[in-house]
């Protein structure tokens, strides 16, 4: 069955600290991949996204990631977090192929100390 | 453009009443996605309408869950009767197109079964 593992389910950090949160997948075939955002009391947000081309794929608020084929990785990076990226983060994703369902991974919640 | 709406926000109810959730997607957007999240879990999918049609409804617990889409706008998720292991947060999306769209989320129904 396909599956998403995000490795660290609670995360602390200082302000400041770089951020690198995991994301594997099971599947074969051809996917797409998102990480979304959750901040406290908003919706599920978009943080990035990708489908094809370049793997490492730049987001909103400095986010980036890098899709790794081979190690069935996409791994979210920031170089600096704020306090104000405070949130849970979920890795998802499509197999191309299917009716677009997202299959998500458990979500890691981030705090940062100010 | 407004976003996906849900209604109500929080519901609580009892073991054996019946619970009717409503998600208005995005205008325009044929697709339109059910999730829900229990505590400690992952996000899962639960069912993907096109229009009114039932694209995908692989992840439907059971047949106390009956979803609809009529005319292909607004759907609603009604669960009869509930049990206490349907307690959790129901999110519904919606997407333009089926494959490789993002899907816009709704900010999710919080349901509680006592």
């Known amino acids: 069955a396909q599956s998403v593992s995000q490795h660290n389910h609670h995360v602390i950090l200082s302000e400041a600290a770089s951020l690198e949160l995991g994301c594997n997948y099971s599947?074969?075939?051809?996917?797409?991949l998102f990480w979304y955002v959750q901040y406290p009391g908003q919706h599920l947000q978009l943080l990035l996204k990708y489908f094809s081309g370049d793997p490492l794929v730049k987001g909103i608020k400095g986010f980036e990631a890098e899709f790794i084929k081979s190690k069935f990785s996409f791994n979210l990076r920031k170089p600096s977090v704020q306090w104000s990226d405070t949130a849970e983060y979920f890795c998802a994703v499509t197999p191309t192929s299917n009716t677009g369902k997202l299959i998500f991974g458990q979500g890691t919640t981030l705090q940062v100390k100010p | 453009e407004a976003g996906v709406t849900q209604f109500p926000s929080h519901s609580v109810i009892e073991k054996g009443q019946t619970v009717t959730l409503r998600c208005d997607p995005i205008s325009g957007h044929d697709n339109l996605y059910w999730y829900r999240r229990v505590m400690g879990k992952e996000i899962k999918f639960l069912l993907h309408?096109?229009?009114?049609?039932?694209?995908?409804e692989s992840g439907m617990p059971n047949n106390r869950f009956l979803a609809e889409r009529t005319g292909g706008t607004y759907s609603t998720l009604k669960v009869q009767p509930a049990e206490l292991e349907d307690s959790g947060v129901y999110f519904c999306?919606?997407?333009?197109?089926?494959?490789?769209?993002?899907?816009?989320f709704g900010p999710g129904t919080r349901l509680t079964v006592l």
């Open positions: 599947y074969g075939g051809t996917v797409n």
């Open positions: 999306a919606s997407s333009r197109w089926t494959s490789g769209d993002t899907q816009y």
């Open positions: 309408f096109v229009k009114e049609s039932k694209q995908d």
